[in-house]
């Protein structure tokens, strides 16, 4: 079928052409904007789930939706070893700046954005001189002193996150500051943004922090302060059941005047097992496949070779090529004992190592977001069918 009029969307990120299976998250959703913008206590929702089940794209509708009820809203991507203070002014000073235009006092707008040119400034990595750390933010207002520049993270965004949320409280809304990829910011920082997050909890000011993250993301806030459980709320996100993952692939098609035969929706069901990447990667080779519509059985067998070897090389690969040999080899082991969780022990045996020799390996995985710890000496791969990936490559 006509490969331009090809609505199916794989990418990190990329928006599908039907959100499927996704309502009972967005009906809570809007309970939480609800509640927060009337200063009820709620916990925020924090996302968690495998790569490529949809996060950052549930994430992304989440924005939209607070930006539907004029929120301020702004969002960051969360890197190892970066602090969060710069990129959480960045994603502030668009908050702000979506509200300013409503705002009928000026001067309260241009007090905020000086507080917040002091934060930014206290950033450590900033390089040194006048101003010179708050270039790129584009503040051209004089900066505040004394307010959330103390360098002291934990008492700066308690301060920041609470001037904004003064801010919106002026206009009846609220803002939200998204945080991507959150299991990734550094342990200092997510103690600080929890302590932050506790302090506004308390004094019913409406801002609130939605993260998403892997899988071991909970276990990580909760290391780092031990009331995180009270201030999200767990939102797993999981692979799409059999009616959401046929919905994902017929509503789009049917907008282009395209059917799927029911044996087709079989054959990709079990090719995609439910995975949104997958879905949207099977649906795409499949669409441009296929000859003619009601799309068969045939079409996803001659599609699916292809679709495996793109998924191989942007899917997979990608990632397998970012770990070391070493870290291979940890995976690799990991592969060879199957696809449930296995114990770290286990790995060590099947290398014939001492677990203490091969945890290097396995801290460097966890780092770069190959694998995490889904219990207490547990692990398991982040990205869906990585084991299988792996089985299929020749050693
Ligand atoms: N509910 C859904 N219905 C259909 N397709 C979806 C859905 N959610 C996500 N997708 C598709 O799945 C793919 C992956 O989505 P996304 O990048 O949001 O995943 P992720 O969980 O953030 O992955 P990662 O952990 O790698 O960042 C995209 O191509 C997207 O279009
Ligand atoms: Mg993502």
Redesign the pocket.
């Known amino acids: 079928m006509d490969p331009v009029r090809n609505p199916y969307?794989?990418?990190?990120?990329?928006?599908?052409p039907?959100?499927?299976?996704?309502d009972r998250e967005i009906g809570q959703f809007n309970v939480v904007l609800e509640r927060v913008a009337r200063g009820r206590p709620e916990r925020s929702i924090v996302l968690t789930?495998?790569?490529?089940?949809?996060?950052?794209?549930?994430l992304n509708s989440f924005r939209s939706m607070a930006i539907q009820r004029l929120w301020g809203t702004g969002k960051i991507e969360a890197r190892p070893d970066q602090s969060i203070r710069r990129p959480v002014a960045g994603a502030l000073h668009m908050a702000i700046r979506e509200l300013a235009p409503r705002h009928r006092a000026p001067d309260r707008i241009e007090h905020f954005l000086g507080v917040l040119k002091a934060f930014a400034a206290r950033d450590p990595h900033a390089p040194k001189g006048s101003g010179a750390g708050t270039a790129q933010l584009g503040i051209d207002v004089p900066a505040v002193r004394g307010r959330a520049d103390s360098g002291d993270l934990e008492i700066d965004l308690t301060e920041l996150l609470a001037d904004a949320a003064s801010v919106a409280t002026d206009l009846g809304v609220g803002i939200a500051l998204f945080v991507?990829?959150m299991q990734d910011v550094p342990a200092a920082d997510v103690s600080a943004l929890c302590a932050a997050c506790h302090e506004l909890s308390q004094t019913g000011g409406p801002l609130i922090v939605v993260g998403?993250g892997?899988p071991h993301l909970p276990s990580v806030l909760s290391a780092s302060k031990s009331y995180s459980e009270r201030l999200f709320s767990y939102v797993r996100?999981d692979r799409?059941d059999r009616e959401?993952a046929d919905l994902?692939l017929i509503a789009p098609a049917r907008r282009e005047g395209v059917e799927f035969k029911p044996a087709a929706l079989d054959a990709l069901y079990a090719a995609a097992d439910g995975y949104?990447?997958f879905?949207?990667a099977y649906g795409k080779v499949t669409w441009d496949v296929a000859t003619e519509s009601p799309v068969s059985a045939e079409d996803v067998s001659v599609a699916a070779p292809e679709a495996e070897g793109e998924l191989a090389v942007g899917f997979f690969g990608s990632r397998y090529e970012r770990a070391t040999p070493a870290e291979r080899e940890y995976m690799r082991a990991m592969a060879v004992l199957g696809d449930e969780p296995v114990p770290t022990s286990r790995v060590a045996d099947e290398l014939s190592r001492k677990p203490s020799s091969v945890s290097p390996a396995r801290d460097a995985l966890i780092k770069k977001g190959l694998i995490y710890s889904s219990e207490r000496g547990l692990i398991a791969f982040?990205v869906p069918h990585f084991g299988r990936f792996l089985r299929s490559q020749p050693t």
Do not use: S
């Open positions: 969307a794989p990418g990190a990120g990329q928006r599908p039907e959100l499927a299976g996704r789930g495998l790569r490529g089940v949809g996060k950052t794209v549930l991507d990829e998403a892997l996100i799409l959401a994902a949104p990447y879905v949207q982040t």
